[in-house]
């Protein structure tokens, strides 16, 4: 029997876009109050209304870049009254930058990766954890890869900082065992977002060319996952999602149709 996120709080980083967004509108269906951040506030706004047309219970917007520690710990620390007693969290946020052997790479590149993918990461969950520790109610949900079990050729930073996620994940479900705080690691594979986008820094038409001649997953397939995953009975953890497009094997493995 699935647990009911209706009136739950379900905090969503990076929310403004993608995965995030597409998070945000299926536990808006789910009834819960969200809370969600971005760099661009705006954005936000712009989604506000269609996810209280969707049945999201309240809204808390907020503009954080995660890899500000100052501002996380400020922010998430002077949360309003109410908006506190978080039920989920979803570190969503996080991106790649270029595609470049490593030893050729951009070392700014790698610096946005780190600071958001793991550092961002870790910033938000210490700040939301120990509540949930002390309320002996919770769940975190990682945003990982299928990358970070396996590199792959002119991403070695990329699939390091998702590999990262996964064990932070597995360090912080031992650390919280004994509570009833529940950690996921959902890892997708090829995902049709703005990702490409970001990693080619707007390049659009080599973005797409990721996602030619075959049927990638798309945002609200991974919020699909996560809301299951969220919804479970409290008896239940699941610890890992690992899912690809059925034309996907793994990083290397991919039918596109000729």
Sequence with gaps: MSTSMKGKIVFVTGASSGIGAATAMEFARHGARLILCARRLERLQAMEAELRDAGAADLLLLEIDVRDREAVKRVLTELPEGWRSIDVLVNNAGLSRGLTKLYEDDIENWEEMIDTNVKGLLYVTRAIVPGMVERNHGHVINLGSIAGHMAYANGGVYCATKAAERFISDGLRIDVN?????????????????????????????????????????????????????????????????????????????????
Excluded at 178 to 207: H, L, N, Q, Y
Excluded at 221 to 238: G, M
Aim: hydrophobic share 40%; no cysteine; net charge neutral.
């Design 178 to 258: 004994g509570t009833a705080v529940r950690v996921t690691s959902i890892d997708p594979g090829m995902v049709e977002t703005d990702f490409s986008k970001v990693r080619f820094r707007g390049d659009a038409e080599r973005a797409a060319k990721t996602y030619q001649n075959v049927d990638p997953l798309q945002p609200e397939d991974i919020a699909d996952a996560i809301v299951w995953a969220a919804t479970r009975p409290a008896h239940v953890s699941i610890q890992s999602v690992v899912l690809t497009p059925t034309a996907q094997a793994n990083p290397f493995v991919l039918t596109r149709r000729s």
